[in-house]
């Protein structure tokens, strides 16, 4: 993997002071690691629980117990996935994708790539570090999560969706589908489409509930379906509290038993 990679560090205002200060108390080559790089990265990680303790990875045979503050991880890392950031060291890009296999349900990992590739992390990074931890928990699904990923997803939520249609063993979608009418006028670029069946999926995030997007929305999707195609919008409560529902939906508008 490439140590000179450009993932922008997030400006996590309260988050760099806590992780300093955890930092003080932490023994030389402690590493800021997981779910805290990630988001010193900038990487948005759906699915996953609130958690506001400073992950650390620490050397094998290091002592070091879990504090309120601290959630400790042993491991070792080898210097090439090690990065250093605002004066702070912490796991690469890969690596942190690494640790965090093992712990993520899939979608919130294929939200992660999606968004890593989007930045420019290169696929073969992933097949590096992979490679270089080849007992690691949570490598077969770190393996099936980047067939799936595609850079053009358009939200994290986005990605959550699609991993429900991959897992329901429904056809891949086409992301970021431009439509348009039998006199080529634009209609709309949608989040996910299969262009054959002439279905259309939407993922609303909750930028849609602003009354202007609102509008923009309603306008477009009449121009969509009275142009033939069949449009199914989903929420994060849809997505998150009936999942069966949103699959059979998809299922039945491409016409599949």
């Known amino acids: 993997m490439s140590r000179d990679t450009y993932l922008p560090l997030f400006e996590a205002v309260d988050l760099l002071p806590r992780v300093r200060a955890v930092l003080l108390g932490a023994p030389e080559g402690a590493l800021v690691s997981h779910q805290t790089a990630a ?11 609130e958690d506001a303790r400073i992950h650390l990875t620490v050397p094998p045979r290091t002592h070091l117990r879990h504090r309120p503050d601290r959630r400790i991880h042993v491991s070792a890392v080898p210097v090439a996935q090690i990065q250093r950031r605002a004066g702070v060291a912490l796991t690469s890009p890969g690596r942190t994708w690494l640790d965090l296999a093992a712990h993520l349900p899939p979608g919130a990992l294929l939200a992660m790539t999606d968004q890593m590739l989007a930045r420019r992390y290169p696929r073969a990074g992933f097949d590096r570090v992979l490679a270089s931890a080849p007992g690691v928990r949570g490598r077969r699904i770190a393996r099936q999560v980047l067939d799936v990923a595609n850079p053009l997803a358009g939200s994290p939520m986005e990605s959550v969706l699609r991993w429900l249609i991959h897992e329901a063993g429904l ?19 949608v989040d ?5 069946q002439r279905v259309l999926v939407e993922f609303d995030g909750n930028v849609h509930r602003e009354r202007r997007v609102f509008v923009d929305d309603l306008r ?3 121009g969509l379906v009275l142009a033939g195609w069949k449009l199914l919008r989903f929420t994060s409560a849809d997505v998150l509290g009936r ?7 998809i299922r039945t508008a491409l016409g599949i038993q």
């Open 39 to 49: 988001s010193l990265f900038g990487l948005q990680i759906p699915l996953a629980p």
């Open 171 to 189: 056809p891949s979608p086409v992301l970021q589908h431009v439509v348009r009418d039998g006199d080529n006028r634009f209609l709309g670029q």
């Open 192 to 196: 996910l489409a299969w262009p054959d």
């Open 220 to 222: 477009r999707q009449n």
């Open 243 to 249: 999942p069966h529902q949103v699959i059979e939906a």
